[in-house]
């Protein structure tokens, strides 16, 4: 007989002549997704947190450049209140995300970046008391908190993904 | 190739899209063993093999939007897992050669057919990996995925003669392995 003829007509069994080792790849697969996924996440985050130091390093320069006068302008009340809302904004999203029940594997990476974010914060609002604009520079801090409770909301959503995910997962039996 | 499609087909496939890991993991099951053994035949070891399938459904799911429906997703699949599979073995550095040595004009012209007891599926598979690599990956993709000629000189980027000449070298081959083995 023909091999050809062989081969054609039994085609299907041809793919059963091996044991297939599907339980180690499927776990391959999913991890290897999961690494890639992490790797985006960072990327995305790095990123967000890459437009505030673009965005703040030049009133950051502003305020520690000794050579401008300082500003004598009293700042309203109303801009302070609203740097204030939404600096608690951002504080309660935080402690609502509650980092210390996140896998550090999966988000240290962004900790570090929030942590870089918060001690930028910190330092700016040292040295607001000798702002040459008061008011120019409240209002960036305002854009900062914004940013910020931006990050946070984004990696809330990552956070669900996340626990959908390991959800599935939990539910296929291999 | 016909392009026929159940609603079932595309269901699974939306849901896929959808990033759903149950879906993936159904799609996976459908389609495991075929891509294993597809890619097991250009391989030529099951270790290789269990890597290349691993990265051809990291990429399945990775480029299931892409994915148009002008071929069935068991088609889709099946290209991506052959075209890692050979780009796994040109990294590899290992002889993608097409070679015509060793065998004589005369024996092209030889009659096809094989004893009756030679052909049991296990001993064509066993002798199909012991073929070199360039001629072997020919005749998988000619016979056992069903390629034209036309289709495995572009997937090999060979000429479509070489693409006959390596089929008819490998299957001259085989025989003579499936006899010095068992006869």
Known sequence: MNIDKHIQENRESFDHMEPVPSEA????????????????????????????????????????????????IATPPLILAQEKQYYQLASD???????????????????SELDILDSMYMDLKAELTNSPDAERAIGT???????????????EKEIENQKRIEEHESTIKI | ??????????????????????????????????????VLRIMNNSTDAQDVVQECFVKVFEKIHSYRGDATIGAWIKRIAINTAINALRKKKRNLEFSSDEISEARYAE???????????????????NLPNGCRTVLNLYLFEGYSHKEVATILEITESTSKTQFRRAK????????????
């Open chain 1, 25 to 72: 790849i499927w776990i391959g697969i999913q991890q290897n997704l999961r690494t890639r996924q992490r790797r985006k996440l960072f990327i995305r985050y790095a990123a967000a947190a890459a437009i505030i130091c673009t965005f703040s390093a030049p009133f950051l320069f502003n305020l520690s450049n000794p050579t401008i006068p300082e500003n004598k």
């Open chain 2, 111 to 129: 009659e096809e057919d094989v004893a009756d007891n030679l052909l049991s599926n296990k001993k064509i598979h066993d002798a199909v990996l």
């Open chain 1, 93 to 111: 999203k935080k402690d609502e995300l509650d980092f210390r029940n996140l896998d550090p594997a999966i988000y240290g990476e962004i900790f």
């Open chain 2, 172 to 183: 001259i081959l085989l025989r003579d392995t499936l006899k010095s083995k068992y006869v």
């Open chain 2, 1 to 38: 190739m016909l392009n026929i499609q159940t609603s079932q087909e595309k269901e699974l496939v939306q849901r896929v899209q959808r990033g759903d890991r149950k879906a993936q993991y159904i799609m996976y099951k459908q389609y495991i063993d075929a891509m294993y053994h597809t």
């Open chain 1, 141 to 155: 801090a305002i854009r900062f908190h914004e940013r910020r409770l931006r990050i946070l909301e984004l990696l």
